[in-house]
């Protein structure tokens, strides 16, 4: 693993950010997290509005069957996940929400009259 030592080993995800920052500047603001663990990633992650992914997805070309969903905290929370290349950075999407919950009351049952 290369571990970045300078900001100028991060250039992979702060060229993406900056990038990301003139094409979209009208999308939903993400949380940006770039690590020197892993310099050239870049994490992308939405918070309490699973709508929000979708300009984003649509921005950075994924296909919609590459988004990963699963549920995290015993089911509370859907996420939403997907990756890909942009601008020399891997790029990885994050969406966090409530699981969506309807109550159902039932009146009557099936043979109300």
């Known amino acids: 693993m ?10 992979p995800a702060l060229t993406a950010l900056r990038l990301l920052a003139v094409d979209f ?3 939903p603001a993400p949380t940006e997290r770039i690590s020197p ?3 050239k990633e870049l994490d992308l992650s939405l918070h309490g509005d ?3 992914f979708e300009p984003w997805r649509a ?8 988004i990963d969903f ?3 905290g015993d089911g509370q929370t859907w996420v939403l996940c ?4 942009y601008a020399g950075a891997r ?9 969506l919950r309807r109550t159902l009351t039932l009146v009557g049952g099936c043979h109300a009259a």
């Open 2 to 11: 290369n571990y970045a030592d300078t900001v100028q080993d991060l250039s």
């Open 25 to 27: 500047a009208q999308l």
């Open 37 to 39: 663990i892993v310099p």
């Open 50 to 52: 699973l709508g929000a």
């Open 59 to 66: 921005a950075l070309g994924i296909a919609r069957e590459d």
């Open 70 to 72: 699963h549920t995290q």
């Open 82 to 85: 997907a990756d890909t290349d």
């Open 91 to 99: 790029v990885t999407l994050y969406a966090y929400g409530d699981v």
